[in-house]
Each structure stands twice: as structure tokens, then as C-alpha cells.
């Protein structure tokens, strides 16, 4: 996660053995997936959470605090 990006990676592996009466092979697949999403505004990033259920991520971003400007008053030496 980074202030104007979010990126999202997930990996997934299976593996299968199959036995029948002249023949034992093993089956492997693997997929991954990344994406990456430009955000258009800044996000506070200590205060970002995922959930994972029922296949659906969602994810909660709150946007960051702006700068606030300071005045400063000018004094002579």
C-alpha cells in the first residue's frame, strides 16, 4: 500500500493424486493474479483494512488529513 496506489496480489495451488487400477499420477496447478490501482486521493495508509469473506474483498480506505497551513507572525530582531 502506498499513499496514491493500491496493489493487490493473491496465489493460489492445488494439488490432486490420482489412483486407479494400472495408473498413479499427481496433478499441480497454480495461479496468481496482480493488480495494481492508481487512487485519486491520498490514503492514511496506518488505518487501511481488507476483509476476505465469502470470495468478496473489501477494503476500507479512509483518505489522509490534509496539511494544514501555519501562519507565523514576522518579528524584528
Known amino acids: 500500500m ?3 496506489r493500491l496493489t493487490i496480489s493473491g496465489k493460489r495451488e492445488s494439488s490432486e493424486e490420482h489412483t486407479g487400477e494400472k495408473a498413479i499420477y499427481k ?4 495461479n496468481q493474479i496482480c493488480r ?8 492514511d495508509t496506518s488505518k487501511v483494512t ?3 469473506k465469502n470470495g ?8 489522509a488529513a490534509k496539511a494544514m497551513k501555519v501562519q507565523i507572525a514576522e518579528r524584528a530582531a
Open 2 to 4: 502506498e499513499p496514491h
Open 56 to 63: 468478496v474483498l473489501e477494503l476500507s480506505m479512509p483518505k
Open 36 to 43: 495494481a490501482i492508481d487512487l485519486p486521493a491520498e490514503v
Open 50 to 52: 481488507a476483509t476476505l
Open 27 to 30: 496433478e499441480q496447478c497454480s
